[in-house]
């Protein structure tokens, strides 16, 4: 369960070099631990040490149980973490109300997920549209922006049609419209193409690559695919909650 608390921001003197750093950083993460309570407690992540700058195109890759769910859980701001400091976007995330986090998710990070997670007794404008719903804009103006996203994606005749109605990379692509519509700071994507084919995952994979280096949208991507990983310009290897040395594309 996430905790009340304030939301706290790094005031500690740095140098040069820090300063430098930490002004192009989206995301830090500084001796990160997580273990999950039990009869044997699991401890999942053992001192996560992480940045990622603006801009950055990356994946995260892992064997199963190696720790890279709960990780992008915490990045999310969707699970807490026991010792150590994240810091998204300047703020330290840190035992949050849930309120508070949800506030976060909705104004910093743009969510994609493997099984699309569309509504789907609702169109492509609709589902676009949700997320800004839920902040309160009016349908006109939601709708209108939710065109310009849909539009964005190639799939402005589409946007009257149904999930069921769509193949899989266009219920993909209506996702990422949906992850865009807030102008978040973060996308961070789960498995994205695991449920499409090798083709379809290809076309999607461009459009991360398109929304990166023509917008310069800061993209996370967890994958166990290497052929995904290879289209990002820089792999981050989790292993026994332990991140690898990087790799760059």
């Known amino acids: 369960m996430l905790q009340p ?85 300047g703020t330290l995330i840190k035992n949050l109300s849930e309120n508070r986090a949800a506030e976060l998710r909705n104004r910093l990070i743009g969510f994609v997920f493997q099984s699309f997670n569309l509504i789907s007794y609702k169109n492509a404008i609709e589902n676009v549209a949700l997320p ?34 769509l193949s899989g990379g266009q219920k993909q692509r209506v996702a ?20 499409l084919d090798s083709q379809t995952s290809k076309e999607v994979m461009q459009v991360f690559r398109d929304l990166n280096s023509d917008a310069g949208m800061t993209i996370i991507i967890v994958t166990h695919d290497p052929g995904v990983g290879a289209k990002t310009n820089r792999i981050i290897r989790i292993s026994d909650g332990l991140i690898l040395p990087d790799e760059n594309v």
């Open 5 to 89: 608390t304030s939301i706290l921001t790094i005031t500690k003197p740095k140098t040069n070099q820090d300063q430098a750093m930490s002004q192009n950083a989206i995301i830090t993460l500084t001796d990160v631990n997580k273990t999950y309570p039990g009869i044997v407690p699991l401890h999942v992540l053992k001192g996560i040490n992480l940045e990622i700058s603006r801009g950055e195109l990356v994946s995260i890759m892992g064997a199963s149980g190696s720790g890279k769910s709960t990780l992008l859980n915490i990045l999310g701001i969707l699970d807490n973490y026991d010792s150590g400091d994240y810091v998204l976007n």
């Open 132 to 165: 800004l719903f839920y902040q309160g804009v009016s349908r006109k103006k939601r709708n209108m922006l939710a065109m310009e996203q849909l539009d964005r994606m190639g799939l402005a005749d589409r946007a009257h049609h149904l999930p069921g109605e």
């Open 176 to 195: 990422i419209a949906r992850s865009l519509i807030t102008k978040p700071s973060i996308i961070l994507a789960d498995e994205p193409t695991g449920a």
